[in-house]
């Protein structure tokens, strides 16, 4: 292994990021290729946002009804980041595996995105909803649209 990437590690562990420092990337490119993946292997997941943080999506923050965070190791390519997940309001947290159950998908507007923020559309850094038994109840899913309604940027909400 370079020696750069064990010290980096190496430093991740001392500052207490040992679910970074301990697990190798992959770069997934696209939420189907995600989903098989997803289906194969338990994944790890790491929360920025539990519920009832601020955050915001190229907008005014706000309080947030769900859990949101990001899958350890999985890179989406569209950001270079872990891919973006958002855990039922309801759900338990837990490492294992976990079952896609919607999808929220950048809106590919070139013209809407340089009105909006003056910059490109990221497209493909779509927000994946996952839960630990592939379910989810009419609430949380009112609760997610809610939450998502009116937003300029995603398209509507995908259930499966």
Known sequence: MNQKIITLKKTL???GFDSYAK???IEID???K????MND??????IDFPKGSMKGFGSKKRPLPFDYGEIVGVINPADGMGWDIILPPSHEISDGKYMPIGIIKVKNDKSLWMKNLNKKPPVGNDKVIISADGKISNKDKEKINKFFDGMWQFEKIEWF
């Open 41 to 46: 292997n338990e994944i790890n997941l790491n």
């Open 34 to 37: 995600l989903f098989k993946y």
């Open 23 to 25: 697990k190798e990337t």
């Open 30 to 32: 696209g939420y189907k």
């Open 13 to 15: 562990i001392k500052l």
